[in-house]
């Protein structure tokens, strides 16, 4: 994800139409609050039942046969508009149509800009792991070249000394975000760049887009170190990669039953990164919301307020499926929303217990975030919730960076909340002692690797998680009364597909391993 602030002024989406009626009049149905529309004489939910019938064995069915969807395919993985989703989107509606007497569903289409690549780097003769950034061009084949060390942080024309030109620039993350330090060493006349953390790790990212930039990619705070002491080096730099229109799909159910005019909404993201299945990141919260849907259907409970459940595409390459299901969205329709829940991460193997912090009462809104008044109410929910099951909790940022940062954004303003195990992050000394597991090590070692497969799942956070999703469905289905009215947020323009080129062979863009998921951002800067 991106520690710089991605973008939340995403606007809003298409209309609701079910998977094969005329969905929009469906909708606008007014619905009796006093039969709750389909399912008259059936029960009310029952949260309690509910949540006993989410079981492990079915979980682990489901991530089975979704490590399935990406192993058939000569890629082994799920990211959007390859074989392995289309499988996941094919897996997802197997479920969805058994239960078609409870729920419509259909895929919402759109097209977006695909990249991914690899490279190599070394220096002096030694080999670093280099972090291809998406959007990032391809080199002119084997880049050889002196290592210029740029000054301060590349952020500003004057920071590159003039031997930058037909060098390797080496520069440091911070202040700026990275296409400004692609675009400045381009203009320096640099060959390619390598951008280095400013804390201990690797760092890999996003250039936001395509645009005029040098080929780059990152390495570690400590191999940096090691390269810098060593100056002057010469370098070899490798870049291969590709970009290109990809047409998507989100997928998109509605409850028969429940009043059209107050929804709830409960979502995840259903592709991969390049690099593996993602079973974790975001198989879990695939499974987990399907689960608690067909759980609902099975026993026919009658719901008052209307559930929508919605799996994103493109979540890794920056929101894009749930940014465009926001931004067509008509403004009527929006302001039916009541809520919306995000599940991105549930089954993390050095796991956290950790909620989007809607009342800021850990993040003093530091990122610039205004939260709908009603995401305290939300975090407060699961934080009962969970003190009931007897589980600590913690806050989690609630800065947009996943797929509820559209329906926050301040032109929309729907409250969300939601639950994060943790991805690339230490488990600290503290958290071990709160929920066992190993402090130092991250709370997924596999995030955004090839190992985030069944075997990478925690399946104890995994049932709990789901159980909470569960019990969040049955209290807002049936009683939205303390989350406070919304006035209409200001329309906003509806936006379509990137006008890119289908394909740019000479300006071609990668996907990394840096997109983050959960309460980590969409790596910008």
Not at 108 to 121: A, I
Request: glycine residues 10%; hydrophobic residues 35%; negative net charge.
């Amino acid at each position: 994800m991106v520690r710089s602030s991605l973008l939340l002024a995403c606007t809003a989406l298409s209309a609701f139409a079910n998977a094969h009626n005329n969905p929009l009049e469906a909708r606008q149905e007014e619905v009796s609050a006093a039969t709750y529309g389909p399912g008259k004489g059936k029960p009310n939910v029952n949260s309690k039942k509910l949540q006993a019938a989410i079981k492990e064995s079915a979980l682990k069915k489901k991530a089975k046969e979704l490590e399935r969807a990406a192993y058939s395919t000569p890629e082994r993985n799920r990211v959007f508009g390859s074989p392995g989703h289309e499988n996941t989107l094919k897996f997802i509606e197997s479920y969805l149509e058994k239960e078609d007497d409870y729920f419509t569903y259909r895929r919402q289409e759109f097209v977006e800009l695909y990249s991914q690549g690899s490279g190599t780097f070394s220096a002096g003769g030694t080999s670093y792991p280099l972090n291809v950034f998406t959007y990032s061009p391809s080199t002119d084949g084997v880049v050889d070249a002196p290592i210029v060390a740029v000054a301060n942080l590349g952020c500003n024309a004057t920071d590159y000394p003039a031997e930058v030109s037909g060098a390797i620039a080496l520069i440091s993350r911070g202040t700026c975000n990275f296409a400004v330090k692609a675009a400045n060493a381009k203009t320096a006349g640099a060959l390619g760049a390598v951008v280095y953390n400013n804390v201990p790790g690797n760092v890999a990212g996003t250039l936001g887009g395509t645009g005029d930039y040098a080929p780059v990619g990152g390495i570690s705070q400590e191999n940096a170190t090691t390269i810098q002491a060593a100056l002057p080096l010469t370098g070899q730099l490798e870049i291969d990669s590709v970009v290109e229109n990809r047409t998507t799909y989100n997928i998109i159910a509605d409850s028969k039953s429940g009043d059209k005019n107050n929804v709830v909404v409960i979502g995840a993201h259903s592709d991969s990164v390049f690099a593996g299945p993602g079973i974790n990141d975001d198989g879990s919260g695939t499974i987990g919301i399907l689960e608690t849907a067909i759980q609902l259907a099975k026993k026919k409970y009658r719901l008052k307020n209307a559930l929508r459940v919605c799996w994103w595409s493109a979540e890794e390459y920056g929101l894009l499926g749930s940014e465009y299901y926001v931004a067509n969205l008509p403004q009527e329709e929006r302001d039916k929303i009541a809520l919306y829940l995000n599940f991105d991460m549930i089954a993390s193997p050095n796991w956290q217990y950790a909620l989007y912090d809607g009342d800021a009462s850990t993040f003093s809104n530091t990122t610039g975030v205004v939260i709908p008044p009603g995401s305290d109410k939300i975090e407060h929910f699961f934080q009962d919730w969970f003190k009931e099951q007897g589980i600590p909790t913690k806050d989690s940022e609630f800065n947009g960076r996943s797929d509820y940062g559209p329906f926050i954004a301040t032109d929309v303003g729907i409250p969300a909340g939601g639950i994060f195990t943790g991805a690339e992050a230490l488990k600290t000394e503290e958290e071990a002692a709160l929920w066992g597991g190993q402090a130092g090590v991250a709370y997924d070692p596999n995030y955004h690797l090839v190992g985030d497969n069944y075997t990478n799942l925690a399946f104890e956070p995994f049932l709990v998680n789901t159980k909470a999703i569960a019990a969040s469905v049955a209290k807002y289905t049936m009683d939205t009364s303390d989350i406070p009215p919304r006035t209409s947020g200001a329309k906003v323009k509806s936006r379509g597909a990137h006008p890119h080129a289908k394909k740019n062979a000479v300006h071609s863009h990668s996907h990394q391993p840096g997109l983050q998921c959960g309460s980590e951002p969409k790596e910008l800067a």
